[in-house]
């Protein structure tokens, strides 16, 4: 259920409404529109909206009919915008998020953040803890990677986005990164999500390989029932009958997500397409379809990387995509990145 403010609510008739909806065994998320302010009501109790509209300073009380209520649109209306910094994720400028799959050393860490910083990326990707499907593969460097990523994010100001595995893990990582990720195989890890709703940093939540974007969405309501508001949705690519790519990337997901919810969302044509020569074409595809930003796995050496070299774009092929975006950005009312382009031959 909904409650709608009126425009010039006070704030003590607001207070009202929330204590009378909390007495009744509610939880009350608020929210705070355009021009008015909105409460969220979730929980078990039973109430009557007729009773709630009598209220001083109410407008209407709808029913959200979607599953996922804090998610939704109804609640709302208009998009989040996540502020971390400088950097303003969900508004005009398309954010690209970049960098590698894993931090393995040093020199590797900070010549990638130095390229991607250069192309106009504004947020550093990489793992320190990694889900590998075979035990065999390496798992990344643990805290040392952390450290590795921190310092190199902070050498070349870029804001930093690394994936947590397990609630264990929240407090460590949450002493380096400005982003927790929370990857496919755990977007229904619920007991992860909730303790990451009782966080008050980001959450990149990717959307799991077989998951429905209303299960997707469901997810993201784990996080948002804990009072962190600040979800970023990111469409990875879904399991399907194709064998030729890693993934079938799902940019229908996009627009369907923007009517849907109120969150913003990116999209990762890395793990999408499992090749670096398709990366490009899927992420022009997926600005023009109105995403919010690209996380895109840019190695500087990718042929030796010890992780997903494959899909890990060359810092020429970074830069050009990046001159692409922003001409395409442009095209549908947006804009990116306009820092200087270091040039360094596209051959590649």
């Known amino acids: 259920m909904v409650v709608v403010m009126k425009e010039r609510v006070s704030d003590s008739e607001v207070e009202a409404v929330i204590a009378h909806l909390v007495e009744m065994g509610m939880d009350v998320h608020r929210s705070t529109g355009a021009s008015r302010i909105v409460l969220g009501v979730v929980g078990g109790g039973t109430v009557d909206p007729r009773l709630i509209e009598l209220m001083a300073g109410v407008h209407e009380v709808l029913r959200i009919t979607q599953p996922y209520k804090l998610a939704s649109r109804t609640f709302k209306p208009d998009d989040t915008i996540i502020t971390i910094g400088d950097v303003r994720i ?32 504004k947020i550093l990707r990489g793992g320190a803890f990694k889900p590998r499907s075979s035990p065999y593969s390496f798992q990344g460097l643990g ?17 930093l986005v690394t994936e ?9 990582i949450g002493k380096y990164t400005d982003i927790y990720q929370v990857g496919a195989r755990n977007m229904q890890n619920f007991t992860l999500l909730r303790e990451l709703g009782h966080t008050r940093k980001p959450i990149l939540l990717k959307r799991g390989i077989a998951a429905t974007m209303e299960e997707w969405l469901l997810s993201a309501e784990y996080i948002l029932s804990g009072g962190n508001t600040d979800v970023i949705l990111c469409e990875r690519g879904i399991r399907t009958f194709e064998t030729f790519t890693r993934n079938t990337l799902d940019l229908s997901a996009i627009p ?25 074409p899927m992420a022009r595809a997926a600005v023009a379809a109105g995403a919010d930003g690209l996380i895109i796995e840019v190695h500087n050496d990718p042929d030796h990387a010890l992780s997903d070299g494959a899909q890990s774009m060359f810092p020429s092929q970074f830069d050009r995509l990046m001159a692409e975006l922003r001409i395409i950005a442009p095209a549908i009312g947006r804009s990116i990145c306009l820092e200087p382009v270091a040039r360094r031959g596209w051959a590649r």
């Open 90 to 121: 969900g508004g005009d400028e398309v954010i690209v998020i970049a960098g590698p799959c894993s931090a393995e050393s040093e020199a590797q860490v900070h010549a990638t953040a130095a390229a991607v910083k250069r192309a106009g990326a």
């Open 143 to 159: 805290e040392e990677g952390l450290q590795l990523l921190r310092g190199g994010a902070n050498a070349h100001d870029l804001k």
């Open 164 to 172: 947590v595995m397990d609630a264990s893990q929240i407090e460590v």
């Open 256 to 280: 369907i997500v923007k009517e849907l919810s109120h969150l913003p969302i990116f999209v990762d044509p890395s793990h999408g397409m499992g090749r670096r020569d398709k990366v490009a």
